[in-house]
Every structure is written in C-alpha cells, then in structure tokens.
C-alpha cells in the first residue's frame, strides 16, 4: 500500500525537481515512488486524485506500449523492404546470368550454323567443279568422235569407183562393220564384289557409301601414340576401343566423371570416333555440362558425315542429346530443330515424337517447363 512520507527534502531548478526520500527498512529494488501533479490533504479528495493519477499513468503506459509497438511494426517493415529489395537484385543477377548464358550459347549455335553453311557452299562448289569437268570431257571425246566420223566419210568418199555413189559404199561398210564375229565356245566366270551395305542399289548412296567406310578406316588407323605422358600407359590402355567400352561400364555404374576420364583419353590417342564423342556428351548432359554436352554433340554429327545407313542411329542420338541441353538451357526452338532432325532419321520413334511434341506445347505456352 502506498505510504505518505513527510520527512523530506527536494531542490528545484528551471529544468528539474530532485526530491530526497528517506525509506528505512525498504529495498530501493522493491521501491515504486509515484507522483502526481496535486498535493494530497484531505483522504477523500486524495483518493479521488490518487485514482485519477492511477488512470493517467495507465494512460500513458498504454500510450507508450502503443508507440512501442508501432517502432517495432516499422522496423519489421523496413527489414522486410530490405530484404525484399535484396531478393529483388539476386533474381535480377540470376536473369541476368541466364541471359548471358543464352545469348552465349545462341551465338556459339549460330557460328556452328555459319560454319555448317560455308561447309555445305564448298561441297557444292566442289560437285559443281567436278561436273564442269567432267561436261568439258565430254564435250572433247564428242569433237574427238566427230572428227573421226568426218575423217572416215571423206575417205569413203574418196576411194569409192565410178558409178556408185559414196553413200551406198559408206552404208555397206557400216553394214559389213556391224555384222558380229561368230561366238566362240567357253565358259565366263563372274565374280560379284560382297557390299557393306545390304540396302538395294537404287535405294543407296554409293559415293556416301564409300566415303563413310573410307573415313571408318582412316578413323582405325589414326593414333597419336607418341604423346610422351602416354608412353607409361599399358598396351590395352592405348587402345581407344578398350578405353570406349570402359567409359561404357563406368557410365552404367553411373561413374560420370571417371567415365570422361576415360572418354578424354581415347580421344587424345583417336580424335577421328564419332562414338567418343558422342558417349561423353551423355555423361556432360548426366553432369549438367550443358554447353560441353552441346558442343560434344556437334563433333560427332560432323565426323558422322556423309549420312548413311550405317550411322543414322548415332546421328539420331547425337542431335537427341544435343537438343535436351538446348532445352535445359531454355534455347526450346533449336531444341525442337534438333528433335525434328531425330525424327526424320527415324519417324517411328515414339519416345523422341512424344518429347519434341512436349517442346512445341511449351513454345506454343500450353505446357509448363520442366
């Protein structure tokens, strides 16, 4: 209960009061010393100032538990401005670190285009040489032909007797020339050349054909055996067919990165395999070395050139690959290029048509990304 004090001192300044109370016997700890604005006399009056300063202080504790709470309402807000403004510069630095990749890897596919089209110009300036050659061949062995029949006529003409004419003596001699030699008796032995190739002669491409199993040999005979640090390799670890069938084990163990180790080997001892390429961009898609797998991808489609029967299923694994790293990479148009590319290798692929279908459902805007 509040206690009246009367032995007390207080000095006074513009500013301050200071009041001195003694409390005997009182913890300062324990101590609430309460002040109002009246001087408290009478007990009735004293009980209605008292109340009245009661509800004052209360008034004034709630007024400041209110500010309290407003001060620590703004600095929630301002801490959560902060935060959403340093949210706002992280998304916008990882939008801009795909847009860079984007445009990196869309100017890294149109230099590959650039080349591919300087490529195909010099095939074509090639074949169209060849044929200028080969019309000027003919055109000669035609003025050679004509010369020798002009020749023949004037000498017809020339020893043909009085009385009949140079047509008739030219037209016997042609009749005399094609009567043909009795055929003498005996047998032919032929003998037929086996083909790589068990496709039907109308159907194949012979020159393709020949080419391929002539960049296949050149491919086989191609090692770069005297690298020095390769020297200390075992005779099994410098063939790069053994080393092609070990990345194979390592990829199925899931073994990625010691799978390119051995990809990486072959291909410094062969670099003409289509196939090592194409097994190590697998393993950079499993990794997501996207514009390795891209770019691994590229190679063996260009050493699978000219396109034959014998490499149509590694092209269409080449351009599938090729096409699921542009599409994790959001590039889903030169993704969708390359799965058509696929499909018109092999059109009964089911699971090739139902993903490039998926990839025109989310150019189109009708599919989520995944």
Request: hydrophobic share 35%.
């Amino acid at each position: 209960m509040p206690l009246q004090v009367s032995d007390y001192s207080w000095q006074q300044t513009k500013t301050a009061v200071f009041l001195s109370l003694p409390l005997k016997g009182v913890c300062v700890r324990d101590t609430d010393v309460f002040c109002t604005e009246n001087y408290l006399k009478d007990k009735e009056m004293m009980q209605r100032i008292r109340e009245k300063s009661i509800l004052q202080a209360q008034e004034r504790a709630k007024e400041a538990t209110e500010a309290k709470a407003a001060a620590k309402r703004e600095d929630q807000k301002y801490a959560l401005s902060v935060m959403m403004k340093i949210e706002e510069e992280e998304r916008k630095k990882i939008e801009d670190m795909k847009e860079n990749e984007r445009i990196k890897a869309t100017k890294e596919l149109e230099a590959w285009k650039e080349y591919q089209r300087k490529a195909e110009e010099q095939k074509k300036i090639q074949k169209e040489e060849k044929l200028c050659q080969r019309d000027k061949q003919i055109k000669e062995e035609r003025k050679k032909l004509k010369y020798k029949t002009s020749t023949r006529n004037s000498a017809s003409r020339n020893l043909a007797p009085k009385g009949r004419s140079s047509e008739n003596i030219f037209t016997e001699k042609l009749k005399e020339d094609s009567i043909p030699a009795p055929r003498s008796v005996g047998s032919i032995k032929i003998n037929f050349t086996p083909r790589v190739f068990p496709t039907a002669l109308r159907e194949s491409q012979v020159a393709e054909e020949e080419e391929w199993l002539h960049k296949q040999a050149e491919a086989r005979r191609a090692m770069n055996t005297d690298i020095p640090e390769l020297c200390d390799l075992k005779e099994e670890e410098k063939n790069p067919e053994w080393l092609k069938d070990k990345g194979n084990k390592l990829f199925a163990t899931e073994n990625y990165l010691a799978a390119i180790n051995a990809y990486n080997l072959a291909i410094r001892l062969n670099n003409k395999m289509p196939l090592l390429y194409l097994n190590r961009a697998a393993c950079h898609l499993k990794l997501k070395n996207l514009h390795k797998a891209i770019e691994d991808s590229s190679k063996a489609l260009e050493l699978l050139m000219p396109p034959v029967i014998d490499n149509a299923n590694a092209r269409m694994k080449a351009h599938v690959r090729r096409g699921t790293a542009f599409c994790q990479l959001e590039l889903y148009v030169e993704g969708l290029q390359d799965y058509e590319a696929a499909l018109k290798i092999d059109p009964s692929n089911k699971i090739v048509q139902i993903d490039a279908e998926k990839i025109r459902n989310v150019i189109q805007g009708t599919e989520l990304k995944s």
